[in-house]
């Protein structure tokens, strides 16, 4: 089960954060910092899979952007990583060559998306045709 999802940019800024456990305000900053610390001195000889407290860190660096999701321990880290690819993609074709400003600018649509293809802490849509139909139906509401 995903515990939370972190989209961070190279200095640590966090673009996007999406929680599925109950976590204080000042819990959820420590995390932030924390996750940030250790995915950001990995290299690219390591694997993109770091032991966390409880958990497991499974991360992803595309351009300057961590894509970060804290999992069980007991998870298939394939899995994860499968899904954040398959996140970046749909990212990617949905604002056309996806850069750290559409997910600024474009907040909402990038958290619709994540309600998309996640549900509850667990992938709920793999299919990036069937996640790209809703979320221009959705953008096509506002």
């Known amino acids: ?3 939370f999802l972190l989209i961070q940019n190279r200095s640590g800024k966090t ?3 999406k929680w599925y456990m109950a976590f204080d305000e000042d819990e959820k900053q420590k995390l932030i910092e924390d996750v940030h610390a250790v995915v950001a001195v990995r290299g690219t ?13 499974v991360y992803r660096r595309y351009a300057g ?10 998870d298939n880290n394939l899995y994860y990583m499968e899904a954040i690819h398959n996140f ?15 997910l600024l ?3 909402y649509q990038v958290y619709a998306l994540v309600d998309e293809m996640f549900l509850a802490g667990e ?7 069937k996640v790209l139909r809703r979320l221009d139906t ?3 509401l506002d």
Not at 45 to 57: A, D, W
Not at 65 to 74: A, E, K, Q, R, T
Not at 123 to 129: A, G, N, R, W
């Open 88 to 102: 970046v993609e749909i990212l990617n074709a949905h604002f056309t060559n996806v850069c750290e400003l559409d």
């Open 45 to 57: 000889s390591h694997t993109n899979f770091v032991e966390f407290r409880s958990y497991k860190i």
């Open 15 to 17: 673009r996007l954060a």
């Open 138 to 140: 959705l953008t096509t």
């Open 105 to 107: 600018f474009h907040f």
């Open 65 to 74: 952007l961590f894509f970060c999701l804290c999992v069980d321990v007991n």
């Open 123 to 129: 992938l709920q849509e793999t299919s990036p045709h």
């Open 1 to 3: 089960m995903i515990r």
